[in-house]
């Protein structure tokens, strides 16, 4: 296992990042801990959650991927973990969340941070993250930025002192950013420097053989501020290792998770998704080792986040870091996509 810097901060989290919005709904208390201990075993020290967890978001599981992680974290070596956890911006679909007025604001950013703190029985976080902006933006696989639909959000001048004074507690450690723009990137850097606040050090957005649409702009809007990026869903919510070319499994993500459907629904994803198995068939890879080593092979990606419902998948997922990629097999994975460019951004 490799470990990278993350931005300008001084974390250094494993090239492999386990994710955990599973636990609570498809995986068990024991469950959890059990790809806990084998992801530290196997060289992990970053692990990622969110107070809305477990997905799908409920009122009734809210919070217990986080308790999970607490129950967890309180019997291991703190300082040798590095936890990231997120606050949930603003959404008519989480009416249960402080009453659904979800806003990046000193009052529910506060009450967000305690509850974390107090789910996860930890002093402190390593890295707090911005789930989705609390502006307007077009999210998950929804259609162009349009103005129209602009709404009242709290300035980003106004965040940055929130969470500054949060690391001035020592509740929060570094500040990320998730599902961003190039715009909110740069704006969010440029304030920090300009008002002497706290910087953001990674961003967390979708990237995979078939959405690479973070390479377009926003590599470079993060390469110019040293933002690390945080890659999620690198198998496409596992489209990626070919397993629903012939049928979606009653308990899938895909099939339980119907809210996803406007990314993972679109026009050549199943032609591109078969091209890619096929190339991981002709060069002897699980179709899922090679989706997750084109992601890590990327110059701008720090860390992969992965996700397992069993210890099977996880332990393939992390074997995955064993896998580099040649000149020849990455040919053919251009090839493809320049028949199918992004389908599901």
Known sequence: MKYNQLGDSDLFVSEICLGTMTFGEQNTLEDARQQLDYAVSAGINF?????????????????????????????????????????????????????????????????????????????????????????????????????????????????????????????IRYLGLSNETPWGVCEFCHLAQKLGLPKVVSIQNAFSLVNRVFQINLAEACRFNNIGLLAYSPLAFGLLTGKYLDRIPENSRLNLFKGFGIRYEKPNLTEAVTAYVEIAKKYGLSPAKMALAFVRSRWFVTSTIIGATTMEQLKENLSSVEVELDKDILAEIDAVHVRYPNPTP
Do not use: C
């Not at 936890?83 to 603003?90: E, N, S, Y």
């Not at 009453?99 to 305690?114: F, K, L, M, P, Y």
């Open 47 to 171: 692990i990622d959650s969110a107070e809305m967890y477990p997905v799908p978001a409920k009122a009734e599981t809210q919070g217990k991927t986080e308790e999970y992680i607490g129950k967890w974290l309180v019997k291991q070596q703190r300082d040798k973990l590095i936890i990231a956890t997120k606050v949930a911006g603003p959404s008519s679909r989480l009416t249960w969340l402080r009453g659904g007025n979800n806003r990046i604001d000193r009052a529910n950013v506060n009450q967000a941070v305690e509850d974390s703190l107090k789910r996860l029985q930890t002093d402190y976080i390593d890295l707090y993250q911005i789930h989705w902006p609390d502006r307007y933006v077009p999210l998950f696989g929804a259609p162009d930025y349009d103005p129209t639909q602009e709404r009242e959000s709290t300035p980003i001048a106004e965040q940055l002192e929130i969470f500054a004074d949060l690391i001035k507690a020592g509740k």
